[in-house]
Each structure stands twice: as structure tokens, then as C-alpha cells.
């Protein structure tokens, strides 16, 4: 099945802040984008193209638009959707307070389920085509959530979430249960079509050192598995790691002792690190979720992404739900930037829409896969609406250059700007149609 969109185009093809010329990115101001079988076949300038395409591709035309591929969440957690909002705690008290009573619902598969579809429905509406994801300590509600993506072929990551110790009871697994399931998981899941495994210990805090050795094992066994946690979020919980790993010269050792680092594992906030684990954190090439709303919303801190940028040290952005306050990877940026501002530092846009997309893709080790339109990657792709409110469309006119429109389109946009979201060249959410899948 062949397809062509018809509209603006932009893509990135390298980190802005390390090409020579500064940009790294490809617009076409009236480009096409063909797409055979899901799949990226050729993209250019529609006047090139146009003449001599064969009359069998349909051509789908995207006015007063830009495309550009989906976004990509290096941080969520699907069993948050319904604590999203919860009023006046910071982390520890707020997992107390809000996150583990609700978790425990994912016992039930079904309930599982139907929050897994609501969760994708949130997730596409927001242009959202690929996230890594964290489930529960229940196997089954990892499951649920392999099934809903596996049936809308979307390019997903999730893990069960390892934790045998400081939860309540009925949330707590065992090193052994939790190494059995999760590689079960693995053997059912990992490279399943578009699906991949995380091994998900929750935090330090959570798992005790042989909980967290079982998951180094899984990760020895399993080395193209990602691995995925928390890290230096908070400072009442960076004290709390240092009383439970005494013997730990930091926090991130008490993951490096069990052999969780390298190029696929995921480390989300990272807001108070040290400078030996910044340095541990590059050698490494461990990447980090950044993850502005969560760390504003639960008072967590100010992110240093012009360390993180200097040590070379990949990194995407997170939307955390349901700490992070908005399943928007646009309102993730706007605030992302409003964090830079606060540390004194700037970030360019092209670099911040580079974060959103390639820039997750490359967090994630997915970038041979997703994240720009270079011709074999998978067509993940969103279509933003210019006119979406009557601000954007009073604020957006043809006297911007396309910077200045992107960069409004970053503070002022959320889910109503996402008009379309295309996952493999199928369409999987259109705002202005109510039944969506
Ligand atoms: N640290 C441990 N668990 C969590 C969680 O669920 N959310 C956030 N933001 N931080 C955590
Ligand atoms: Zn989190």
C-alpha cells in the first residue's frame, strides 16, 4: 500500500547543537512524503516529485500544517493515567499518598486493559508514537498493555516493575518472582513485532541489593534489553539511598554495582547528580529522560542540560505521567524551557523539536528505526494544525519564519494542535473524528 502527504515537512538529521552549521534539519515548505508498506520511501520537494508520480499512490493533502515525525516519551508510567494532578506532595510522600494505592488496581488484567487503551488513546492524541513505559509489579498488567500496543502496531517499550522492599505489601515481588517474570515477559515480548523489553527495578530505594543484582543477570543474559528507572529525582530520597547503600559511593553506584548501565538504559530526572556520576553517566553512555513537568509539579528540581550536553550524554524528554502534569510532549517542551530559563540556560528550538523527536529516538537507541524520514524508517509521524485555537491562529501567520513558528507552537500548543498521529503509515488519531484507535 503506497501513500503520499502532501505539506510542510520538517525532519531532523543530526543534533543541531553539533552540526557545523548549527541546524541539522531538513524543511520542505511544500513537500511530499511517500510511504510504502509503513515505511519511508522517498520525501522531498512536492515540485520534483509531484510530476512523476505513478497514478496508483494516493495523495493526501495537509493544508495550513506541519509534519514531522512523532514524538517520542522516554519516561512514563501507563498505571499513573488516573493520579495525574494529585494535589500538594512531593515524591515520597506523593508514591505513598497517591501512586502505590492506585497501582494496585493493575492486579486485575481487565482493569489493566481498560486503562491501556485509554492511556494509547491520550498518549496518539498527543502525537505521541513511541514511549518508554513503566507498568506495575504485576506481570499481567505489562501484558495488557503489549496487547493494546501489539494491536495498533505502535513501537512501544515496557517493563514489570521490580520492587521487594519499602511498598506495601501488596505491591512488593521477591528477587526471584520478579527475575522469573520479568524474563518471562522478555521471552513473550522483547522484539515481538514493534514491542521491546525494559527490565524496570522502580528505584534504589524500592529494591534490595539482591533485587537489584537479578535484574544485572536478566540484563547479562538479555544485553539488547533496555533498562529503565529513576534516579536522583529528590534530595529527601537521595539521603534515603545513601542510609539503605552505605557501602555505595553514590547513588548511581547502587545501580552500577549491579551492572545496570550502558547505551540502553534510561535513567529518568537526574536532577542532583554528583560529578562522578555525571562522569559515570557519560563513560557509560547511559541516557537520561528529562522531565520538566514532573520535576516543576512535584518540586523536584532544575535539570542541567547544558552538563548533560557537555558530557555528551544523550538525552530525551519525559513526560513522566502521573507526575508530570501533561501527556503533551509540546507542553513537556514549553516547560522544558521555562526550567532552562530558571538554571540560566538556552536552548535553541530547532534542539528542543531535535529533543522531541531524533533526539528521543537516539535517548532510546532507536534512531536507526524512528525518528526523522530518512528513506527505510518506520512512518511515525504527526500532523500539527497551525490553526488549532483562534491564538494559534492569530499568533501563527505567514510573516513568521519557520523558527519563530516552531517556537510557538511549542508554548502555545498541547493535544489540540495534533491533528492526525500515523503510526507504520496507518492513521491512529484524528482529533476531529470521536471514535479514535
Ligand atoms: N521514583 C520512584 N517511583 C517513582 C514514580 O512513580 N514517579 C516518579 N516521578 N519518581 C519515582
Ligand atoms: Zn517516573
Redesign the pocket.
Known sequence: MKQAHHGSILHFLSDPDKTTDGLGYEYFSDGLLIIEDGIVQKLGDAANILPNLSSDIEVIKHTNSLIMPGFVDTHI?YP?MEVIGAYGEQ?LEW?NKY?FPTERKFEDKAYARNIAEKFLNELLGAGTTTALV?GTVHKQSVEAFFEACEARNLRMICGKVMMDRNAPDYLTDCPQSSYDDSKSLIETWHNHGRLRYAITP??SP?STPEQLDKAGQLLQEYPDVYMHT?LS?NLN?IEWVKQLFPDCDHYLDTYDRAGLLGRRSIF??CIHLNDAEWHRMAETKSGIAF?PT?NLF?GSGLFNLKRAAEANINVGLGT?VG?GTSFSILQTLNEAYKVLQLRGQTVSVLKMFYMATLGGAETLDLADKIGNFKVGKEADFVVLDKQCSPLMALRLNEHNDLLEQLFVLSMLGDDRTVKQTWSAGVLRHERDQSNNH
Do not use: I, N, P, W
Request: hydrophobic letters at 30%; a negative charge.
Open positions: 508510567h499513573q515524591l508514591l501512586t513503566f522502580r528505584f524500592t529513576h529525582e530520597e529518568a530526572h522531565c514532573s512535584l513522566d507526575g
